[in-house]
């Protein structure tokens, strides 16, 4: 699934060649994916002219001088291609500009578009109760330490839970936690000061070091130009069960609610 690094280079992919651009053509070429598409999201935006486009958590956002800001989730296989030689089954929405073609690709059609009034983007259900981003000055150490105050879950389940940090995912969950030195299955609430702020370096850390790689490549993720991201290379731990970690310890892996787990015991205490 694309998480916070892939939806960043998105819109910075995206922002090239839409901000400031006008809409001439919306179409829909199915009525849903995950959930359906804005009924008058076509009367909406043809004409609109582009004023931003943005990031909250693993959201998309196009805004435009109408007032609205269109949101876009990848889902589990959702991108952009920008000027794609033809237009596919699985492309459901297109936009073109003067210049340029877009067409949202999405396989496997777990993502989604709505459209809201931009004054109200903050009560927008799915960004309601999110927490900072992970990238932002509200991120700091003490900020976390009381929300991790006498939680007796495991930290990386807290990373995860997007009241408590927005945007974050698995992959780079894993990969903060041994950049850090801290084992997934640690008690949230019984971690130190010190070690928290080697958490929230790292998970800056992390990524932006993603965001500069183009992201992870996973199955069909691509950029919007259609280059795959190369960060997946430089993984230290993830995917990477049976492998030395750069400590010298061996990865392991273990299964959490469903999701795997990658650490390595040598280094995360």
């Known amino acids: 699934m694309p998480?916070?690094?892939?939806?960043?280079?998105?819109?910075?992919?995206?922002?090239?060649?839409?901000?400031?651009?006008?809409?001439?053509?919306?179409?829909t070429r199915r009525a849903d994916m995950r959930f359906p598409f804005p009924p008058d999201l076509r009367q909406r935006l043809t004409g609109a002219t582009v004023t931003g486009l943005g990031r909250r958590a693993k959201y998309g956002l196009v805004e435009t001088d109408r007032g609205d800001t269109m949101i876009f989730h990848l889902g589990m296989s959702g991108r952009w291609r920008i000027d794609p030689a033809e237009i596919g089954k699985h492309d459901h929405l297109l936009v073109e500009t003067a210049g340029h073609r877009l067409a949202l690709h999405d396989p496997r059609r777990f993502g989604f578009v709505h459209l809201v009034e931009s004054a109200a983007l903050s009560g927008y259900r799915h960004f309601a109760g999110l927490g900072p981003e992970p990238l932002g000055d509200e991120l700091t150490v003490d900020y976390l330490a009381k929300a991790l105050e006498n939680r007796i879950a495991p930290i990386k389940a807290m990373l995860l839970d997007q009241r408590i940090i927005a945007g974050l995912g698995n992959i780079y969950v894993c990969e903060?936690?041994?950049?850090?030195?801290?084992?997934?299955?640690?008690?949230?609430?019984r971690i130190s000061k010190a070690r928290l702020v080697k958490?929230?370096?790292?998970?800056?850390?992390?990524?932006?070091?993603?965001?500069?790689?183009?992201?992870s490549t996973l199955r069909d993720y691509a950029r919007p130009d259609g280059e795959l991201g190369y960060f997946a290379k430089d993984w230290r731990v993830y995917g990477r069960e049976g492998e030395v970690c750069p400590c010298g310890g061996i990865v392991r892996r273990r299964v959490d609610s469903g999701r795997s787990t990658f650490y390595c015991p040598s280094c995360q205490k």
């Open 199 to 215: 958490l929230v370096e790292a998970i800056r850390e992390v990524l932006r070091a993603a965001i500069a790689a183009g992201g």
């Open 176 to 189: 903060a936690l041994n950049i850090a030195g801290v084992a997934p299955t640690r008690e949230a609430g």
């Open 3 to 27: 998480e916070l690094p892939e939806v960043e280079t998105t819109v910075a992919g995206l922002r090239t060649v839409l901000d400031g651009a006008r809409l001439t053509l919306v179409e």
